[in-house]
């Protein structure tokens, strides 16, 4: 009868204290599992929001850093452009799947209509201040195009661009279906836009100064795919499609040259790029932001797609952190709690102990036989709070997720490169409390580092136990 | 010569003073006899017995086991393997059955036993007057007397050649006091164990092979 044997004899022969320790060890091992499971289901969320938010990365502005500078601060700082030369370092950087850079612009035009659904049951079309209908003349650097690359748009007719294009600044378009259709536009079709210099007049009218058509060939025409027509904020919805339909693709170097018509004489003009990173990897993002940070001039950063995942994901967000609280409060008191009634029960074995200690046998042996015993109901009370533990995870974080979804106001998304049609819906629509093997093995992983932990103390009892005092 | 306390002293520290419970003991214990150590209550007896059977140790003096220090043996693996030590309150575990508490002991000792380690049991506990039904008992529902045999089939379980018993019949009537003590001489003379009993029972003495008087902690063969 080995220290094994024996400690299973004492469960089954003190069936009510064992009985006891078990009910303690299930009500705190519920507690230990809703919150596992509430922690691991919240960081299943991140990772699969965060993959779906896509790998992409933008150097901007800090703009918390500039609202903290004072006026003259503010008044002396010159933005600095970042320049093609260090975009493409940057771009050539291993953690870089592939990159643009884009330059935009606005364009008139009297010859064809722009695409807005929020006037289509009124008469007429979105001008500006006299101009025709505006247009986002977009260029791009990067001939396959990102949006079709990472799957935002879909070429449903005629090609890319060819790199010759992109440098040459071939006067080749891509334009959106709607925009196609409304205007009866088809690959191969020529349509124009125009670059208009205005001046106003001290009353307020406007003065073309000067202009030139800018004549384009249509060599492609996308539908945008991931805008989510399912929006809850459907005016939201028709602003960010009203944005990407009437998006026109062209080379940088377009864009560039109808700048420089804009700005005539003006002769410190630059191109300002705005830069996109596609990462190989979700990983590499800190990577990447470690390797580029100091590279950048003063005030710029890197800022990721799956950063938006803080402000679409707060209910998550503040459940997992509320789990992991409920967490590490509940392996203390299980400590403690579990702790305090070993100790309490080696008391009423004092006797017993002392028999093994005189009968010669090891005390390690002695603490070996008392931690197989509260293991063995550990890990009965464990299994049977991880199925109900689950459960009350699942309740309790469905009741938490309403209750913080319902106070919290809707957000505006604006179209950009770096712009998700992903919600806080869909952030809780992934939320899903499950049990998967990860979730089990963390829990008896957990549960029984937990319970090693408390036996500390009722082991140094036993340690420090001396026979001769107990039986003679 | 089976065990041999030389110059043992033991005294509980006062203060500046010193209380001696064991004053320069000197004795020697052999195989195939049964010894009683006599002597009133607080004279000594348990402490030297105590310091007999390892669970405590000599703050001077040393005790020898077949000629070797039994701090070089090691206590743990002394009261393991060397010696059998029977109490007065039996001390047997309570939720246990008889045969069980015999189990344990036997496998805690590293000594050579038969593997069936169950029959043994059940054979040793018969021979010492517990039969298998009663074996099977927890012990708490034994008289006084069984559990006493019981706990005398646990010393013996771990075959060993040193018996040390403290007031084992303290708890007994006369007539259970003496079957345990034919069943101690028997060990002795027909099994050639070394059987050392603490007592303050004169009439038990009397029964013994040899008699060490504990006075004031001092240890004399005469009274």
Request: glycine share 6%; hydrophobic share 40%; with cysteine.
């Amino acid at each position: 009868m080995n220290f094994f044997k024996r400690g299973l004899l004492s469960i089954t022969r003190r069936k009510g204290k064992s009985l006891i320790l078990l009910a303690v060890l299930f009500i705190l091992g519920n507690v230990i599992a809703g919150a596992i499971s509430i922690s691991q289901a919240t960081a299943n969320v991140e990772e699969s929001i965060k993959e779906r938010l896509g790998t992409g990365a933008t150097l901007e502005l800090d703009y918390e850093a500039l609202d903290s500078m004072d006026e003259s601060e503010m008044m002396n700082f010159e933005i600095p452009n970042l320049g093609e030369e260090l975009i493409n370092q940057i771009g050539e950087l291993p953690y870089v799947k592939y990159y643009d850079y884009n330059t935009t612009t606005f364009l008139a035009s009297e010859e064809i209509e722009s695409y807005n659904p929020m006037m289509e049951e009124a008469e007429g079309e979105v001008e500006m201040a006299g101009m025709g209908p505006q247009f986002q003349l977009k260029g791009v650097n990067y001939a396959p195009l990102l949006d079709i690359e990472e799957g935002k748009s879909e070429l449903v007719d005629g090609r890319v661009f060819t790199d010759e294009e992109i440098e040459n600044g071939t006067p080749v378009a891509i334009i959106s279906k709607k925009l196609a259709d409304l205007n009866n536009l088809q690959v191969g079709d020529t349509f124009s836009l125009s670059n208009q210099i205005y001046e106003f007049s001290e009353s307020g009218e406007e003065e073309v100064l000067d202009s030139r058509d800018v004549p384009l060939e249509v060599i492609g025409i996308f539908e945008p795919k991931t805008v989510n027509s399912d929006s809850e904020n459907p005016e939201e919805f028709d602003y960010m499609d009203m944005d990407f339909q009437n998006t026109i693709y062209v080379a940088n170097a377009l864009v560039s040259q109808e700048m420089e018509f804009a700005v005539g004489d003006m002769p410190e003009y630059e191109d300002y790029y705005v830069p996109f990173f596609v990462l190989n990897e979700p990983e590499d993002a800190e990577a990447f932001e470690e390797e580029v940070s100091p590279l950048l001039p003063e005030l710029f950063i890197v800022r990721h797609a799956s950063d938006s995942y803080d402000s679409i994901a707060a209910p998550i967000e503040s459940m997992s952190n509320l789990s992991k609280y409920v967490l590490i409060a509940s392996v203390i008191t299980t400590i403690l709690i579990i702790g305090l009634v070993v100790l309490l029960f080696l008391r009423d074995r004092k006797r017993e102990l002392g028999i093994y200690l005189s009968l010669g046998e090891a005390r390690m042996r002695v603490v070996g036989q008392i931690i197989t015993e509260v293991l063995i109901i550990s890990i009965i009370g464990m299994t049977l709070s991880l199925f109900t533990g689950n459960l009350l995870a699942q309740t309790v974080s469905d009741s938490l997720i309403d209750n913080d979804n319902n106070q919290r106001e809707d957000e505006i998304y604006y179209y950009t490169e770096m712009q998700t049609d992903l919600t806080t819906e869909d952030v809780i629509d992934a939320y899903e409390v499950s049990l998967t093997g990860d979730f089990i093995l963390l829990f008896y992983a957990v549960g029984i580092i937990t319970i090693l932990l408390s036996t500390v103390i009722p082991l140094i009892y036993i340690i420090r136990l001396n026979p001769k005092k107990i039986m003679m | 010569m089976i065990l041999e306390a030389k110059d043992l002293n033991y005294y509980y520290q006062d203060g500046e003073s010193r209380r001696f419970v064991l004053k320069n003991t000197n004795v020697s214990f052999d195989k195939g006899k049964f010894y009683t150590i006599l002597g009133q209550s607080g004279s000594g007896k348990t402490t030297l017995l105590s310091l007999l059977s390892a669970m405590d140790t000599p703050h001077n003096g040393e005790v020898v086991f077949d000629g070797k220090n039994i701090l070089e043996i090691g206590h743990d693996n002394y009261r393991r393997n060397k010696v059998g030590i029977i109490f007065q309150s039996y001390n047997l575990i309570p939720t246990f059955t008889a045969v069980e508490n015999v189990l344990v002991s036997m496998s805690i000792t590293e000594n050579e036993l038969p593997d069936d380690h169950k029959t043994v049991a059940y054979n040793l506990l018969d021979y010492i007057g517990i039969s298998q039904d009663k074996a099977n008992r927890t012990v708490n529902k034994l008289s006084g007397g069984e559990q006493q045999r019981v706990a005398i089939a646990r010393a013996l379980s771990t075959n060993v050649e040193l018996i040390l018993a403290d007031e084992p019949t303290g708890n007994l009537d006369e007539e259970m006091e003496q079957e345990i003590i034919d069943i101690f001489k028997k060990l002795a003379h027909e099994h050639k164990k070394c059987v050392i009993m603490v007592t303050h029972s004169n009439d038990i003495a009397e029964q013994s092979d040899q008699t060490f008087y504990l006075k004031k902690g001092v240890l004399n063969t005469n009274e």
